[in-house]
Structure formats: C-alpha cells, structure tokens
C-alpha cells in the first residue's frame, strides 16, 4: 500500500512562492498519474494539477494557471507543486493523490476525485497579509 506524504506548507504573503513536495513510499509512483487537490475551509475539494506517469502532460485548474507548476521525479517517488504569486484565495489545505491510470484520458476526467485512490494527509498553505 503507496502511502503518500506532503510537505512544503507554510504561511506566506501574497505574492509569495512555496513548493509543495508529496513523497511515496511503500511502493512507486512510476506508472501513476498523480495530481494535487485542495481543500479550503468550508469547501468542497477541488482540483489544482495533474501529470501523467512520464511528465509529458500536465493540466491546470484556470485559477492557478500560469502560477503553478506540478513536476515529478520517478526515481524518487516525488510530486512536487511549484506555486508563485500566491493569492489569498490559494489558501487551503493541499492533497496529493494517486491514480491507478499512467494517463487519465477522457475530457476533463483528470480533474475528478473518483479517478484517484490514493491520497496523502495534505498540507496548509495560507496566504494572507
């Protein structure tokens, strides 16, 4: 069972960056898509980024395009989240997850919940002044 651990959260002010880091272990995240959610108070879990197994194809939710950038290294398991010009509304707990899939196909389909199994306990990023 891949058990899947975040860190690099953090208070920030706007306009701040942070780098998110979700490590695996117990197993590899080689095959797998991976994806950060995240989660504000209140709200209902949402999506931020996908990759696929390789690297090659990577999606954005339209709030953080342009300021995120998800990335993976397979020979160490990692994900990582790259987040610049972090905005108050980014503030959220933050999810790595896990799919089964190498490629998430279908329109849109990388952005559902139901397409990951597994996830780590997240990490707090608040952006505030």
């Known amino acids: 069972q891949v058990q899947l651990v975040e860190s690099g959260g953090g208070s920030v002010q706007p306009g701040d960056s942070l780098r998110l880091v979700c490590v695996a272990s117990g197993g590899t995240i080689n095959s797998h898509a991976m994806a950060w959610f995240r989660q504000a108070q209140g709200k209902e879990r949402e999506f931020v980024a996908y990759?696929?197994?390789?690297?090659?194809?990577?999606e954005y939710a339209d709030s953080v395009n342009g300021r995120f950038i998800i990335s993976r290294d397979n020979a160490k398991s990692t994900v990582f989240l790259q987040m610049t010009n972090l905005k108050g509304e980014d503030t959220a707990v933050y999810y790595c997850?896990?799919?089964?899939?190498?490629?998430?196909?279908?329109?849109?389909?990388?952005?559902?919940?139901?397409?990951?199994?597994?996830w780590g306990q997240g990490t707090q990023v608040t952006v505030s002044s």
């Open positions: 997850a896990m799919s089964r899939k190498g490629n998430i196909r279908g329109s849109e389909a990388f952005r559902s919940l139901s397409e990951y199994d597994s």
């Open positions: 990759i696929n197994w390789f690297g090659l194809v990577t």
